[in-house]
């Protein structure tokens, strides 16, 4: 769990369901919570300094962006921005924040060049969680990236040699996870070393490999991995 969240002043409008028979979807007839921004720490309830740097967002701009609902033929088109150290999307209507709740009805999202999909998961200590990972490669192999921010509070300089550090938002690194045929869930990609990730071919890692080496594919390069997945796709 984390021990510093985002929260706020929540309202939970509860909506109808969608309207049938292809009309596009609106606000509406969405569940959204309504929400003025603030940064608390969970422990002790007192707000945290004005002088956090760093952002828990993507992007801090809302940018144009299709929300795909299940059952619908039609995106909602809005603009969005992507918290990912809370896990939620998050748009502006009549002046006010709000935040996507109604996860689970959601196909996807095409946010940044990128779609986003509401599953479940293993995460890295081999827990079921949910939450929202970017897709990057469909198919009888799938490809997830999982964008994670973490908050750090101030930290004192402990010699005259070291300097203090702020309260922060800090980006991790991105978990990738796959998920093959036979899987359940996506999980993530335990290592990049060729011999070991190609165990998850069984016995076409020999010429898997081989392809790997006429093309020169680096697995740690998102890029180089993305266009190994699409060719196993495509081939196998």
Not at 81 to 92: C, G, I, K, Q, T
Not at 122 to 132: L, V
């Amino acid at each position: 769990m984390k021990t510093i969240t985002l929260i706020s002043s929540l309202m939970f409008i509860a909506m109808s369901g969608f309207s049938q028979g292809g009309d596009e979807p609106s606000f509406k007839n969405m569940n959204i919570h309504v929400r003025e921004m603030q940064i608390e720490n969970m422990h002790d309830g007192s707000p945290l300094p004005e002088s956090v740097e760093g952002s828990p967002y993507l992007s801090d701009q809302y940018v144009p962006s299709k929300i795909f609902f299940k059952g619908q033929s039609k995106p909602l088109k809005a603009e969005l921005r992507y918290n990912a150290y809370s896990d939620n999307f998050e748009f502006v209507r009549n002046g006010r924040p709000m935040v996507i709740s109604n996860e689970s009805d959601i196909d996807s999202v095409a946010y940044r060049g990128e779609d986003f999909v509401y599953t479940t998961f293993r995460n890295e200590a081999d827990e079921q969680a949910k939450g929202f990972l970017a897709r990057l490669v469909k198919g009888k192999c799938s490809l997830y990236k999982l964008y994670t921010r973490e908050f750090y509070q101030a930290e004192q300089a402990e010699t005259g040699y070291d300097e203090a550090e702020p309260p922060r938002f800090e980006a991790e690194d991105p978990t990738y996870l796959i998920e093959l045929e036979n899987d359940k869930m996506p999980h993530p990609i335990k290592s990049f070393w060729r011999s070991r990730f190609l165990n998850y071919f069984g016995d076409l890692e020999p010429e898997l490999k081989d392809y790997i080496k006429d093309q020169n594919i680096r697995l740690r390069q998102e890029e180089d991995l993305v266009r190994f997945l699409r060719y196993y796709n495509r081939n196998y």
